[in-house]
Nanobody, 122 residues
């Protein structure tokens, strides 16, 4: 089992920055790919960014490329999502998820955090 807890969300103005953290406890976190998803009320959860177990491979959804970065520190079992130049359309609940294989579809993931609200004001 892996337990995930997100933090770092909140209110930020357009063009600002925010850093989300996904802290893990439980077995072998360093063996898992970690992915950030986001979801607006009444909409499906959508892929944002993913990082491989080693941190050597990352992939981003097109709308966040060049603005968001994803990184991890397996020594302290944390994955980060650095959000720069945020836009109003980035407003969502952000979730981190872990899986031993990974991918961009939420149904592939067994372990989820509780979600963290990010609100971007104009």
């Amino acid at each position: 089992q892996v337990q995930l807890v997100e933090s770092g969300g909140g209110l930020v103005q357009t063009g600002g920055s925010l850093k989300l953290s996904c802290a893990a406890s439980g077995r072998s976190f360093s063996n898992y790919a970690v992915t950030w998803f986001r979801q607006a009320p009444g909409k499906e959860r959508e892929f944002v960014a993913t990082i491989s177990w080693s941190g050597g491979s990352t992939y981003f959804e097109d709308s966040v490329k060049g603005r968001f970065t994803i990184s991890r520190n397996n020594g302290v079992n944390v994955v980060y999502l650095q959000m720069n130049n945020v836009k109003v359309e980035d407003t969502d609940v952000y979730y981190c998820a872990a899986d031993d294989v990974g991918g961009t579809d939420d149904y592939e993931y067994d372990y989820w955090g509780q979600g963290n609200q990010v609100t971007v004001s104009s």
